[in-house]
């Protein structure tokens, strides 16, 4: 049994030991992501707004089932919108179909974005797109990577650009290797190196950036569980020295994949959880949760250590416009929804039963809205509770939602609500009879 089933094997008997008794109501943290599985964050900042490609935990998964890579973006860090699918297995013509779509990364250069992703077992191959929201394709029909090593090493690259222009792949799995890229970045320069001394407690999951002029190496460390542990370097080819820890390594944490990025004078550590699945079931699936929380660097560039996912997250840096339309997957918390995709109306929000819930955080309604509209499909009908700040909040107003003879009928409702100034968060409540009461495509005030 080579390294990386031993490393999987350990974690899974581990997790579904710390499941066995534990209390879901003790789950207190928020994943940012609810109404799908995700894991493996890859934040990107561009153009002021940050983009959350993930890997995707099927809802059904026992063990790693994952087939394509998700798309969720935020410009305030609370609220984020699903952009559903960016790419999948089958954008790949030489790998064959499995459930291997694991951690990706994206990273733009000279306008376009390439999205480096492996195929476990299969290698790493890179896909590229003229926009981050694609679609993206394969411009090499093969791998991008080549060597001698062992292929099922190849998993999780992060590609690098320094200053001077050079870019790096990194990647691995229990070993750390880098490649140099060609500034094409879908072809490589000279052979794939081998980190002759890895940081200390390197699992998996790296993820290379600099910031003030140094360059960091943060990775999922120690095993098991993984927390996210980082090292530090005066050149992007090491050698590495190991800081400490970003999230402590605990009976919380399992497994973890790290992305850091700096944003809008602030930073962030995206990592990810079981905290979702516990709140359903004491059970062990592999089916994860992305988390995220603000981090602080020391003067001497080193970070201060979180101790586990904070219970709610960074503070807003942003607002909604609620006079603008607003897509129903745009939330920064939600209880029971799911979220769906089609060719006519792209991500919505379904699966939608009496007593669910949707949160949205920092709406600016400025001087003031007088009447709410939303875009819905049912077929039995149901009503949307405005709450004003909880979910126990003052009523703004009640929507009716009245059949439109099927959940892919779409017709738009209104309805007037209390006068409301300020900056609120606004909580959509469900009710109505039966199951999957009405579909939900955007809403705003006027």
Same mark, same amino acid.
């Given at each position: 049994m080579n390294t990386k089933i031993n490393s999987i094997v350990a974690i899974c008997l581990f997790t579904m030991t710390a499941f066995n008794g534990m209390a879901q109501s003790s789950i207190k943290q928020k994943p940012i992501i609810q109404t799908k599985y995700t894991a493996d964050p890859a934040p990107m900042v561009h153009n002021d707004t940050v983009f959350l490609y993930t890997s995707h935990d099927e809802d059904d998964a026992k063990g790693f089932k994952m087939k394509d890579w998700l798309l969720y973006t935020s410009t305030d860090m609370v609220n984020w919108t699903e952009h559903g699918a960016v790419a999948s297995l089958k954008d790949f013509s030489w790998v064959k179909p499995d459930n291997g779509a694991w951690a990706i990364q994206c990273i733009e250069r000279n306008g376009k974005f390439?999205?480096?992703?492996?195929m476990h077992g299969q290698g790493i191959g890179v896909l590229v797109s003229d926009s981050p929201y694609g679609p993206f394709k394969d411009p090499l029909g093969k791998r991008l990577v080549y060597s001698d090593h062992n292929i099922w090493d190849d998993i999780d690259p992060t590609p690098f650009i320094d200053d001077d222009g050079q870019a790096?792949?990194? $990647? &691995?799995?229990?070993?750390?290797?880098?490649?140099?890229?060609?500034e094409d970045m879908i072809s490589t320069s000279g052979e794939v190196v081998k980190e002759p001394t890895k940081p200390k407690n390197y699992q998996e999951g790296p993820w290379v950036y600099k910031r003030a002029g140094h360059y960091y190496l943060s990775y999922a460390s120690t095993c098991c569980p993984e927390g996210i542990g980082?090292?530090?370097?005066?050149?992007?080819? &090491?050698? $590495?020295?190991y800081k400490g820890m970003v999230v402590e390594a605990s009976d919380k944490t399992r497994g973890n994949h790290p992305g850091i990025i700096n944003y809008k004078g602030k930073s962030y550590v995206f990592g990810h959880s079981y905290d979702l699945l516990k709140r359903e079931t004491s059970t062990f699936y592999e089916r994860r949760s992305v988390d995220m929380d603000e981090i602080m660097y020391n003067p001497d560039g080193t970070i201060q250590t979180l101790s586990y996912?904070?219970?709610?997250?960074?503070?807003a840096v942003g607002t909604i416009n609620p006079f603008k339309r607003v897509e129903a997957e745009t939330m920064a918390w939600s209880e029971g929804v799911k979220s769906a995709k089609n060719?006519? +109306?792209?991500?919505?929000?379904?699966? +939608?039963?009496?007593?669910?819930?949707?949160?949205?955080?920092?709406?600016?309604?400025?001087? &003031?809205?007088?009447?709410f509209q939303v875009s819905a499909a049912s077929l039995i009908g149901g009503k949307i509770e405005i709450h004003l700040d909880t979910k126990e909040g003052e009523l703004l107003g009640v929507c009716d939602i009245k059949s439109t003879g099927d959940l892919n009928t779409w017709k738009e409702y209104k309805t007037k609500v209390k006068k409301v100034t300020g900056v609120h968060n606004?909580?959509?409540?469900?009710? &109505?009879d039966g199951g999957s009461l009405f579909n939900l495509d955007w809403w705003m005030f006027q």
């Open positions: 390439y999205l480096y992703a492996p790096y792949l990194y $990647w &691995g799995n229990p070993s750390l290797y880098y490649v140099k890229l060609n980082y090292a530090m370097s005066n050149s992007p080819t &090491g050698p $590495w020295e996912w904070s219970v709610d997250g960074p503070k060719d006519k +109306i792209g991500v919505f929000v379904n699966q +939608i039963d009496n007593n669910d819930y949707i949160e949205v955080q920092a709406v600016d309604f400025n001087k &003031g809205a007088k009447s606004v909580v959509f409540v469900f009710k &109505g």
